[in-house]
């Protein structure tokens, strides 16, 4: 098993996070204070009008806009009604005034306020407990018959009464410990709730969902995790605190970092960063990959570049492929790339060569714990393989579209556009009569209008019987230009 290190950086308004394996960065995870929603938050809500044309509620929870909750998301059984029956009109159901534990199930958008739930659910590692329920879901991701029904009759056992649960996909392989420990986290948390409904105002926020720096001790620490490092004394606190009452496994683990350079510096996961959001991947044996994300897929292309330490062409191609099957999987990791990928490795000739890299992708990809499936070779040399969507993507999420090639990741050569240039002014020569034109553009544009193509500037000026003034404008980009008329 691959020893593992996490690296916290904390600021105000961002918390990242760098999960090393075996001195390589494998993920990263970010969060922003302001891009934060309310999704799973929990609150004591007050029923500030009913409307039963409507059939909802607005529910007032302590932020600016009111909160809307839908009869269908009202908890039946709070009521006594079975399942099978139709439900209540709203109105037998709350009443103004009436205070409600609440759970934020979609963000307020526009003038809309949030939309609300009474059905409760708060998210483990490995669980989803359900407070007002009582029957055992599996996830659907988990396909196996045998196996749904082996984690049901274990759930079963584990959970005794009170609450139901819901099996999350990476609970698949979990232990019968992990899943206790879960349990009691999510049993814990919610008596913590209910403690607070019944002691604090309405408008209280009862239970935030936990923020990224928490949810490294319940998501990602693992057996094999050795330390986990913060750079801040207050989150250091908090998170002990949290860790000792939850999980104080992962607590042990935590250490307070006082280095005097940035714990990202120190640790180079800033040119780790930097790195990942380029198109390019050098492998240690001199080839690399070309990494390009599209909005249907991913795309990896193999080359083999300068390397040549092999005896001979096939075992240099073999050799390259082999390492750059490690570099994808962590790539993908990395850069949390979703959905489909394809793989355009070198042409192997050898059947052994391309079993061996596909079991060494495989191999790797089995370290991720977001679910990937690899199809194998097609006919053309590719291999397909898909990778969950979890989150966006890390391009995409400190990324934005370039604004000068509004992210067709190339622009126009500068003679491209002094033909563009001449033409649009053959155009408007045609439909207006100033007594000049001047062009306006980028340097590089109008420094190849007076050296290389002055021939052409001056013919087209002889030709419509006008002259023709060149300025430069360094904000403009090199596809831009302005035609003024004199």
């Given at each position: ?63 600016e806009r009111a909160a809307f909750l839908h009869v269908a998301d009202l908890h039946p059984h709070g009521n006594g009604v079975p399942r099978s029956e139709a439900l209540p009109p709203i109105e037998r159901q709350v009443f103004e005034g ?98 607070r409904a019944h002691s604090q105002p309405a408008g209280t926020l009862l239970h935030q969902d936990l923020g990224l720096a928490e949810r490294v001790l319940r998501d990602l620490t693992t057996e094999a995790t050795q330390s986990i490092r913060i750079d801040s004394k207050m989150q250091y606190d908090v998170l002990r605190a949290f860790g000792e009452s939850y999980m104080p496994g992962a607590a042990a683990k935590l250490e307070h970092y006082r280095g ?227």
């Open positions: 098993m691959a020893s593992q290190d996490i690296l916290i950086n904390w600021a105000p308004q961002e918390t990242r996070v760098a999960i090393v394996e075996n001195g390589a960065v494998q993920e990263l995870h970010i969060e922003r204070t302001l891009e934060r929603g309310l999704v799973g938050n929990v609150y004591l809500g007050k029923v500030a009008r009913v409307l039963p044309g409507m059939q909802s509620a607005f529910i007032d929870i302590g932020l009436q205070t409600l534990t609440v759970q934020v199930v979609k963000d307020a958008i526009g003038t809309k306020g949030a939309r609300l739930s009474t059905q409760v659910s708060i998210a483990g590692r490995l669980l989803v407990f359900l407070p007002h329920d009582t029957h055992i879901g599996i996830s659907q991701k988990i396909g196996s018959p045998e196996l749904r029904e082996q984690l049901r009759t274990r759930m079963q056992a584990l959970a005794g009464d009170g609450g139901g649960f819901i099996l999350r996909t990476n609970a698949e392989d979990a232990t019968d410990p992990e899943l206790a420990d879960d349990i009691a986290y999510l049993r814990k948390t919610w008596a913590t709730i209910r403690e005097e350079r940035p714990i990202f510096d120190h640790y180079g996961i800033e040119e780790e960063i930097v790195r990942a959001l380029g198109r390019r991947v050098d492998l240690k044996s001199g080839g690399y990959l070309i990494i390009d994300q599209t909005e249907a897929l991913t795309t990896i292309d193999v080359n083999t570049g300068g390397y040549v330490g092999a005896r001979n062409f096939d075992d240099t191609i073999f050799k390259t492929n082999l390492e750059a099957a490690g570099a994808i999987a962590r790539q993908l990791r990395l850069r949390n790339l979703g959905g489909i990928v394809i793989a355009d490795f070198i042409d192997m000739t050898r059947e052994d060569h391309q079993q061996a890299v596909l079991a060494e992708l495989k191999k790797q990809l089995a370290r991720d714990r977001t679910r990937t499936t690899v199809s194998g070779f097609t006919q053309l040399g590719l291999v397909e393989m898909t990778r969950k969507r979890t989150r966006e993507s890390l391009a995409h999420m400190l990324c934005q579209p370039c604004p000068t090639c509004d992210g067709r990741g190339q622009v126009k050569t500068a003679r491209s556009v002094c033909y563009d240039i001449l033409r649009e002014i053959l155009r408007e020569a045609r439909q207006f009569d100033p007594k000049e034109f001047r062009v306006v553009a980028h340097a590089s544009v109008i420094e190849m209008l007076l050296d290389e193509e002055s021939v052409h500037l001056a013919g087209l000026s002889e030709f419509i019987g006008k002259p023709i003034s060149l300025s430069a404008e360094p904000s403009m980009n090199p596809e831009q230009y302005d035609i003024v008329l004199m």
